[in-house]
């Protein structure tokens, strides 16, 4: 099993960034999930996309700015990223679960990309 994350980078506050998350090797449905970890703090969840159906759940900071879908065709899971804070940077991690998933902030995640880096300044 492999993620690869992708899609980070440097905009100014306001701006949008779409992160991308191709998975591959897994037999089964798999969650998958985004984390972030600012320097000096705790990784933290973002947002998540269950399996059929494919409910998605944020945490309340990125309502609203945040949107996780799945394109199943590509195996690719995608973050839109707008109106983005200086808060909002760090290294952003997908992370996937395999197996039929309903309620995806509640499990854990046994896969990881490698991470991709996130600024937001002016």
């Known amino acids: 099993v492999q993620l690869q994350a992708s899609g980070g980078g440097l905009v100014q506050p306001g701006g949008s960034l779409r992160l991308s998350c191709v998975a591959s090797g897994f037999t089964l449905d798999y969650a998958i999930a985004w984390f972030r970890q600012a320097p000096g703090k705790e990784r933290e969840w973002v947002s998540c996309?269950?399996?059929?159906?494919?409910?998605?759940y944020y945490r309340d900071s990125v309502k609203g700015r945040f949107t996780i879908s799945r394109d199943n065709a590509n195996d690719t899971v995608y973050l839109q990223m707008s109106s983005l804070k200086p808060e909002d940077t760090g290294v952003y991690y997908c992370?996937?679960?395999?197996?039929?998933?309903?309620?995806?902030?509640?499990?854990?995640?046994?896969?990881w990309g490698q991470g991709t880096q996130v600024t937001v300044s002016s």
């Open positions: 996309i269950s399996t059929s159906p494919s409910t998605t």
């Open positions: 992370g996937a679960t395999e197996g039929k998933v309903t309620v995806c902030p509640i499990v854990s995640y046994d896969y």
